[in-house]
């Protein structure tokens, strides 16, 4: 039965208003209510609060930096200082503004760099990272090349190995990355500017390739710290005081701009000392992450040594890095001041074994005996007018030599020549340039013509430049393969061309052509552009042509004489040079003259000879009293901020400053070798001190015979001692023979060699002497066992190891690590490290092996011309070593003194010093300042020395 709705209404209970109204109303007006209270809230933050929270949020972030220590000081061992730092003033600039575009951001950190680069003024001064340079037609090119190019050019495009660079990458040009730099992608760098822009951001009307270049490379900089905006770039480096004051003046508008207080580290050590403190900079990507390996205790802004004593000894000499913080906003630009968390500390003193007086004279003593066998070996004669010399001590250096190599060495700079700012002497020499340039270019066109004259018929000149077209393909491998030396005999030079071509030697996609198929003639006159094209920048070609100009008479040695007067190398007011052009002073006079007062030095010409090298050791303990290398440089210039065009200038000398010859030069020994020879004889018993051999002039028991250096003999050499004595050829190499010689009779090279291996080795010829910069490794004879018995055959050392094994047979036997470091101090100069000799090695001989070979040596010194009336006891042994039949011999000399408890020993070498007899004067002159035998001015006259004439008395 069906309920009346009435029925429900009595049974059930009655319901509220409250209870009436749908939940989900309910829960509507919940989430409502909610709703308000959170638009308040933002309103509040965005709106009432919204600068506040803003400010709050943006320097949240906390950042930690570096705060460099101090270099540690060098000093000399009598306290002499040497490396040190000195107050400067940086320039830096750091992208800290916030821009509305991306061009504004551009144009104006554009305006400010060019700002700060006019202020800046001296362009040594400016931070250069990127290794580039301005040529002189506008065009760039690149600083550095091999593995440092290779590496920049990864970082630049990102790359951790060098490896992963693209071909197209790997072949780019400075001037394709100047544009990259420059472009849209990039930092927007153009040529020209409108009036707006140039009130607006205060660029010129137009930038001339090296301003672009300039800001280039101010934008690179800070393109490095893009994620830590608060790091400033550094711009440049110890400013004026007018800089800094045009800065401070200018900072409201150069957003970012500032003057930083900084040091930098200066050397007080000369030329002489540039070889063994070496220098410091800034740390490479490569250095960073060696350097890194153990701690991560440094940063891409991090100085560090980068050669000598400074690298060698870098985690003393820095001092431990400081941190301050700060706050920066999400972009990393600096909200807050920065707060020192940990002040900075300072390096440790270094004191070097070195006398830097003692070391300074012996490089003075070097530089004047180079210049005086430079002077006896020059003749006032052409090279084409010279016989052949029939050996190395017949070499002579002519007249055309000498004065080319003022220009081949760049001390007469001929890109100046053509300059605008040109000296009217230095246009016409360039004007006669032009016309001889001319001149070989039309003679090149009858060369490459298909009737054109052999090769064997043409002149010395023009082979010289024809041979030069190919040695240049042959490098740019557009020749390529075997092609060899050209084979002109009965070819002309379009024959051999097309030889090469016809024989798939010449890479023809290196030429510019756009048809499919080319006959063979088209392609060797392709070719031949290609080469003549090549050329007309080649400043190596340049010269050719003016080698040839002072060769033919048309440049003439008063001319060029006259240009290092227009050029600074000499200076304009010197009275010889009125002596010159008036006639009372030969060109000739004038140049011997020059050399002679080394107002022109060995390294300025280059010649050979133009280097040196000598050490000289505390024979009691191993300390490098002096080390020296020449030529030197200034390492003030490398250093900090490095002057690159110094750098570029030092990197191409060709008398090489930048290598260490007293630590990496290897020669042959020459007769200094022949007292282990004579050690070995007696050790092995072939001979006694009572042994006497004839000397005839030639040792021809074994082929090819040797000669003594005395061509007629010395005939009876009675002992080892006198064998030392005269440095009898002979008697050295019969030493060897016996010691090889079979019970048969028949003579074993390999028994020979075996026992001279085994004596040089006793004598620790075949270490490295543990010098703390560096040296090359040693190589003691393996071939031609008679050769090597008096120095020659494949020996090869460097003066620090001839010293050590001087060292040894001064104090019989004992073979100390060689030092240059004598103690380290902390900066209030409290001892922390004194370095006790470290005894390597004892060569046990009996005592009266190294008395026969004392005794010989100090006979050496009682019958020599320039050592007999040495005021000390001495004992010595020359050297002459020969290299070449082309190039003259080198000279050493090696001794100690006194005889009895020896105090010093000492090695010299000049590479290509033509004899022994030119290089004694140095050890002479070295004994005479140590042991005060002489006044120091008559030691050190700033004069160029005079020289045995080549005499050979071993």
Not at 498 to 524: F, H, M, P, R
Not at 616 to 644: K, T
Not at 798 to 811: S, W
């Amino acid at each position: 039965m069906r309920k009346h709705r009435s029925f429900y209404n009595k049974q059930l209970p009655e319901i509220s208003l409250i209870e009436r109204i749908p939940r989900l109303l309910i829960l509507g007006m919940f989430f409502g209510f909610l709703f308000l209270i959170l638009i308040f809230r933002l309103y509040r933050f965005q709106i009432m609060e919204g600068a506040t929270n803003q400010e709050a949020f943006m320097s949240s972030i906390v950042k930690t930096q570096k705060l460099s220590g101090s270099r540690g000081n060098i000093y000399d061992r009598n306290g002499k200082l040497l490396a040190s730092n000195r107050l400067s003033y940086d320039v830096t600039l750091e992208d800290s503004k916030n821009y509305k575009t991306k061009k504004e951001r551009q144009r104006s950190l554009n305006g400010i760099a060019y700002q700060l680069i006019q202020m800046i003024k001296d362009d040594k001064k400016l931070n250069v990272i990127l290794p580039i340079a301005e040529k002189e037609d506008g065009t760039y090119e690149f600083t550095a090349d091999g593995w440092k190019l290779s590496r920049f050019k990864a970082d630049f495009y990102g790359k951790i190995e060098v490896g992963e660079l693209s071909e197209k990458e790997k072949a780019v040009t400075a001037d394709e990355l100047i544009a990259e730099l420059s472009g849209k992608g990039k930092f927007l760098i153009d040529p020209s500017y409108t009036e707006e822009e140039q009130k607006q951001f205060g660029l010129p009307e137009s930038l001339t390739p090296k301003e672009v270049l300039q800001i280039a490379n101010i934008r690179y900089g800070i393109s490095l710290n893009s994620y830590r905006k608060y790091l400033p770039f550094l711009v440049a480096s110890d400013v004026s005081n007018e800089t800094m004051a045009a800065v401070f003046e200018n900072k409201a508008a150069l957003p970012g701009a500032d003057v930083q207080e900084s040091s930098i580290r200066t050397y007080a050590g000369g030329e002489s000392m540039a070889s063994i403190l070496g220098y410091t900079g800034g740390i490479s990507s490569e250095e960073l992450s060696t350097l890194n390996q153990q701690e991560a205790i440094y940063t891409n802004q991090s100085v560090v040594g980068k050669s000598g004593i400074e690298k060698s000894m870098e985690s003393l000499l820095r001092g431990e890095d400081g941190t301050e913080q700060f706050y920066t906003d999400v972009v990393g630009n600096k909200k807050t001041e920065p707060v020192i968390i940990k002040a900075p500390g300072t390096g440790k003193d270094l004191y070097l074994t070195i006398d830097k007086d003692l070391q300074d004279a012996v490089y003075k003593m070097l530089e004047q005996q180079i210049a005086g066998i430079l002077l006896s070996n020059i003749v006032d004669t052409k090279r084409a007018d010279m016989p052949k010399a029939e050996n190395a001590a017949q070499i002579r250096i002519s007249s055309d030599e000498v004065y080319y190599a003022l220009l081949k060495n760049h001390v007469i700079d001929i890109s100046r020549l053509k300059e605008e700012s040109a000296t009217d002497l230095e246009k016409s020499v360039f004007g006669a340039f032009s016309q001889k340039k001319d001149n070989v270019y039309s003679r090149f066109s009858a060369a490459f013509d298909a009737s054109g004259t052999e090769y064997d018929g043409l002149s010395s000149e023009m082979k010289g430049y024809l041979d030069y077209l190919v040695s240049e393909a042959k490098k740019t491998k557009l020749i390529t393969g075997n092609a060899g030396s050209p084979d002109w005999k009965n070819k002309s030079f379009r024959q051999y061309l097309t030889d090469c071509i016809a024989a798939g030697l010449v890479d023809l996609s290196k030429i510019q052509n756009n048809e499919a198929y080319v006959a063979i003639e088209e392609e060797v006159r392709l070719v031949e552009e290609k080469m003549l094209s090549d050329l007309k920048g080649s400043q190596e070609f340049d010269l050719k042509i003016y080698e040839a100009m002072i060769g033919e008479g048309s440049l003439k040695g008063e001319t060029i004489e006259n240009l290092l007067y227009d050029q600074g190398a000499l200076p304009m007011e010197d009275p010889d040079r009125v002596l010159l052009n008036s006639g009372q002073l030969s060109p000739w006079a004038f140049i011997q003259k020059k050399i002679k007062n080394l107002e022109i030095t060995p390294a300025q010409l280059a010649l050979n000879p133009c280097s040196g090298s000598a050490v000289i050791v505390d024979p009691q303990d191993g300390e490098v009293l002096a080390c020296v290398s020449y030529p030197g440089y200034d390492n003030n210039r490398l250093a900090n901020q490095m002057d690159a065009q110094y750098y570029l200038q030092l990197s191409n000398d060709l008398s090489l400053p930048l290598f260490n010859r007293a630590t990496s030069q290897l020669t042959a020994p020459g007769s200094t070798f022949k007292p282990v020879t004579v050690i070995a004889g007696m050790s092995e018993g072939v001979i006694n001190s009572d042994t006497s051999i004839v000397c005839t002039g030639i040792f021809d028991k074994v082929q090819p015979a040797l000669r003594c250096w005395k061509r007629n003999g010395h005939g009876i050499i009675t002992s080892p001692a006198d064998a030392l004595k005269n440095s009898c050829n002979v008697y050295l190499s019969e030493i060897t023979y016996r010691m090889g010689t079979q019970k048969d009779g028949t003579y074993s090279e390999a028994d020979g060699l075996q026992k001279l291996q085994k004596y040089a080795n006793l004598m620790d010829l075949d270490k490295k002497t543990g010098i703390e910069i560096g040296e090359a490794q040693p190589h003691v004879t393996d071939q031609f066992s008679i050769p090597s018995s008096i120095g020659q055959g494949t020996h090869n050392y460097t003066t620090t190891q001839i010293a050590r094994y001087t060292t040894m047979l001064a104090n019989h036997g004992k073979s100390y690590d060689l030092s240059l470091v004598y103690k380290i101090t902390d900066s209030e100069g409290n001892l922390e490290k004194s370095f006790t000799p470290v005894l390597k090695d004892t060569a046990e001989l009996p005592e009266a092996i190294w008395s026969e070979v004392a005794k010989g040596m100090n006979e050496l010194v009682s019958s020599n011309a320039n050592l007999k009336d040495l005021g000390v006891s001495a004992a010595a042994k020359t050297g002459t070593a020969e290299e070449a039949k082309n190039k003259p011999n080198h000279g050493l000399f090696i001794g100690y003194a006194p005889l009895e408890n020896p105090k010093v020993a000492i090695a010299v070498r000049i590479a290509n010093g033509y004899s022994s007899g030119n290089v004694v004067g140095v050890g002479r002159g070295i004994f005479d300042y140590y042991f005060q035998l002489k006044e120091k001015e008559a030691i050190i006259t700033n004069t160029a020395s005079k020289v045995s004439n080549n005499l050979r008395t071993d």
